[in-house]
């Protein structure tokens, strides 16, 4: 079964700082990658998608890279801001139905003033 | 607002209640899924829809049932829960195939007593 760790659980941060959050996963036979924000209470709001072909991803100030060989994925926020602060979750797509994923626990970003 | 719509965003029920989770996507999608989120844990995909038709199950008690009368519609009917589902509810669609993203909606809180 596939596992999918999310490093740091937490993170703490000064806005105005550029962070890298880490996913790793255990079978490299994935057939997509997704990056998601979660508010508190809140759905889920997809961020980046990679498919397995690709290596990254950008959207604004976030940059998603994937190696698939290694088992890992680091989303990149540049210049951080407040607005900035949720629960970013990973998910590996299980087949080629798009919403079947395997997620892991997400990592808590806090970015203050 | 990510197009998908669940009713109603919090329901308190007690254990000999039966209640239903509404989901409505007007996305055009032709797969539709329940996922569960608890305190603690990772996102778990419960059901799998695909054009109405249920393509997983993921050993979902009984006292959870999907129901998808069409494309755009998904139940989760409830009945004799137990404290521990108390969780929040999400339900997703995307196409089956192809390279966009999977949409989520708000979620049903649930809480059982």
Known sequence: KQEVTQIPAALSVPEGENLVLNCSFTDSAIYNLQWFRQDPGKGLTSLLLIQSSQREQTSGRLNASLDKSSGRSTLYIAASQPGDSATYLCAVGRGSTLGRLYFGRGTQLTVWP | ?113
């Open chain 2, 1 to 113: 607002e990510t197009g998908v719509t669940q009713t109603p965003r919090h329901l308190v029920m007690g254990m000999t209640n039966k209640k239903s989770l509404k989901c409505e996507q007007h996305l055009g999608h032709n797969a539709m899924y329940w996922y569960k989120q608890s305190a603690k844990k990772p996102l778990e995909l419960m059901f799998v829809y695909n054009f109405k038709e249920q393509t997983e199950n993921n050993s979902v008690p009984s006292r959870f049932s999907p129901e998808c009368p069409n494309s755009s519609h998904l139940f989760l009917h409830l009945h004799t829960l137990q404290p521990e589902d108390s969780a929040l509810y999400l339900c997703a669609s995307s196409q089956e195939w192809g390279t966009e993203e999977a949409f989520f909606g708000q979620g049903t809180r649930l809480t059982v007593v």
